[in-house]
């Protein structure tokens, strides 16, 4: 394929870069990285809010929730000019890149007339409850129980490694309704309000002080009748799709690290500019960059033309994760000791295995390759069509 622009794609970059040239140098001054700082949530809020009121918010969502209706190359060329400056959607990175598209998918038209347009002007800040303590990669072994009474829904359960829960507005739930089938069928999403009686947020925290990820405890939680999003029992199918959309951004997340540049200025800096094994080390970095940015470009222009996504997601994340390790590494070596008590590198260095594991492990990714691209025999599932209640745990 070419990967150049099109004479339409040029025009729409010049105008996402005039725009940033014009309003994105405040947000840059006043940048806070710290996710369990306060600041940080503010500022997320306000960035959104300014991409909301430029009208680049939800490139690619429906103009009648206050999206663009956007092409997906389009949301790619934005994306790449806003890393450029360093910046990101930050706390809003699960309501738009999951939560969101999920509604988009499976929710009523009541349900994404409320949610959509405040998610996109900065409002609602979602976090996603899917992953327990007994199901993890394996999510649909699931055991939080949402149940009828009356005109509501009861749940009880337990999550963990729910990122971003302490500050989130609205979670997009994964619960159990009906054990008495196989594990994957009798499963269905929720919008839960974070602040419902009944949920206890544990903040986890990390060796570096932060808290991002939390424990998210439910006890007799009670929903509206209509929480659910998509049909009652078929929330794997609609659960799905936000997996997928998570991996697809994680996979086309290339520019969300450090770049060729910003590596290449710390190794000057630091004398090591004409060291052998560091040049080769950038190289290195920046041959990996430019084939993950060429990767993502084919997947958006599948998107692009409708196209069902393939196992490209899945090498775009595997080769990203493994990106964000070399980089991290390097600019920590780099630095040389300052490196460990700097406080973004150190950050970067330790959150390395978030794009390796978030939105479907490593051994998951390679396991779709296998089985999609080199037709080897699925893996052996003895409990497929065991009802969940049947099931020793």
């Known amino acids: 394929m070419d990967f150049d622009d099109t004479p339409e794609e040029a025009s729409y970059r010049a105008k996402v870069r005039a725009w940033l040239d014009d309003h994105a140098g405040p947000f840059v001054a006043t940048h806070v990285d710290q996710r369990s700082h306060a600041d940080y949530v503010a500022w997320c809020r306000s960035w959104q809010r300014a991409l909301f009121d430029g009208g680049w918010a939800g490139i690619t969502w429906p103009s009648e929730y206050g999206g663009q209706g956007g092409t997906p190359m ?13 910046l990101s959607v930050g706390a809003f990175t699960l309501a738009l890149g999951t939560c969101g598209p999920a509604i988009i998918a499976g929710g009523t038209p009541e349900q994404q007339q409320r949610h959509l347009p405040a998610i996109l002007r900065g ?39 729910t990122s971003g829960a302490h500050h989130a507005d609205y979670g997009l739930l994964f619960a159990r309704t009906n054990p008495d089938v196989p594990k994957h069928r009798g499963l269905t999403l929720f919008i839960v309000d974070m602040t419902s009686p009944g949920i206890e947020i544990r903040p986890l925290r990390q060796m570096t002080g932060d808290a991002h990820f939390n424990e998210v405890f439910l006890t007799d939680v009670r929903l509206p009748g209509d929480a659910n999003v998509g049909p009652v029992d078929e929330g794997w199918r609609v659960a799905l799709t936000a997996l997928a959309s998570e991996r697809t951004a994680l996979g086309t997340g290339i520019l969300r690290t450090y770049t060729t540049e910003q590596l290449a200025t710390v190794a000057r800096t630091a004398g090591l500019a004409e060291d052998p094994l560091t040049r080769q080390r950038l190289a290195a970095h920046h041959i990996r960059a430019e084939i993950l940015r060429l990767l993502a470009y084919r997947v958006q222009t599948a998107l692009s033309r409708g196209e069902p996504l393939g196992p490209e997601s899945s090498v775009s994340k595997l080769a990203f994760g493994r990106h964000v390790e070399a980089a991290t590494t390097l600019m920590v070596d780099l630095l040389g000791p300052a490196g460990v008590l700097a406080d973004d590198p150190a950050t970067e260095f330790c959150a390395q295995w978030g794009p390796r594991l978030g939105g479907g492990t490593e051994q ?10 080199l037709g080897l025999p699925r893996e052996p599932v003895v409990d497929r069509d065991v009802p969940w209640s049947e099931l020793h745990r």
């Open 74 to 86: 389009q949301k790619a060329i934005f994306d790449e000019e806003v890393a450029r400056y360093g």
């Open 364 to 373: 998951i990714q390679r396991n779709v390759l296998a089985e999609r691209v």
């Open 123 to 161: 409002e609602h800040i979602w976090c996603q409850l899917f992953s327990e303590p007994g199901a993890g990669s394996d999510l649909a072994s699931l055991s939080t129980r949402a149940r009828r009474d009356g005109d509501e829904w009861i749940v009880d359960g337990q999550k963990v490694w």
